[in-house]
């Protein structure tokens, strides 16, 4: 079955400054990824995904994702954070293997000093 | 248009009780899966429902229930309830395997 690691637990940056988030997950072949960011209180809600094609993509607020195969690596990046991006991030992968369900890293929780 | 609904929003429980957790999909999606995500973890998956069949569990005790319905809404049951039951119980509808819509959640607090 499939894994994702977030080696990350907690990154603490100035506002402005460059953010990388790293994700990893377990095997190859097909792979459906995804970033979900989770704000204080509030619901997951999908930052980007990868299907096919293009491996940089991109996604709401100014987040983007470069798939490497080769790295089995989905890392998340932002060239300028700002303090309203304080909040858990999980990467996510769909594992096809019995259902199509959705497994999660453990998270990363990113504060951003003001 | 309406996202994924779930109710109640927050509830407590006493250890051995049962809780029934309520989901309602996206119109037009016909997928419903439930996760648990306890603090400081990330959702781990409970079950996904399809067109009112089970399509698939976690790794799960016996006490986890869910079912869906003509309507597509889920409900989710835990009898017997623990401690470590306390979680964020979150639902999240699809149309297909590409896109998952999660709801705000249930937060239960077992004491």
């Known amino acids: 079955a499939q894994s994702v690691s977030q080696h990350n637990h907690h990154v603490i940056l100035s506002e402005a400054a460059s953010l990388e988030l790293g994700c990893n997950y377990s095997?190859?072949?097909?792979?459906?990824l995804f970033w979900y960011v989770q704000y204080p209180g509030q619901h997951l809600q999908l930052l980007l995904k990868?299907?096919?094609?293009?491996?940089l993509v991109k996604g709401i607020k100014g987040f983007e994702a470069e798939f490497i195969k080769s790295k089995f690596s989905f890392n998340l990046r932002k060239p300028s954070v700002q303090w309203s991006d304080t909040a858990e991030y999980f990467c996510?992968?769909?594992?096809?293997?019995?259902?199509?369900?959705?497994?999660f890293g453990s998270g990363t929780r990113l504060s951003i000093r003001p | 248009d309406a996202g994924v609904t779930q109710s109640p929003t927050h509830l407590i429980k006493t250890r051995g009780q049962q809780v029934t957790l309520r989901c309602s999909p996206i119109?037009?999606?016909?997928?419903v899966s439930w996760y648990q995500q306890v603090l400081g973890q990330g959702p781990q998956f409970i079950f996904q429902?399809?067109?009112?069949?089970?399509?698939g569990r976690g790794n799960f005790p016996d006490r986890f229930s869910a079912r869906q319905f003509p309507n597509y809404s889920s409900e989710l049951n835990v009898n017997a309830l623990l401690l470590g039951d306390s979680a964020l119980y979150l639902c999240?509808?699809?149309?297909?395997?590409?896109?998952?819509?999660f709801g705000s959640g249930t937060r239960l607090t077992v004491v």
């Open positions: 429902y399809y067109e009112k069949e089970e399509r």
């Open positions: 990868y299907f096919s094609g293009d491996p």
């Open positions: 999240a509808s699809s149309s297909d395997s590409y896109g998952y819509t």
């Open positions: 119109s037009g999606h016909k997928s």
């Open positions: 095997y190859g072949g097909t792979v459906n």
């Open positions: 996510a992968v769909i594992d096809y293997s019995s259902a199509s369900k959705i497994i």
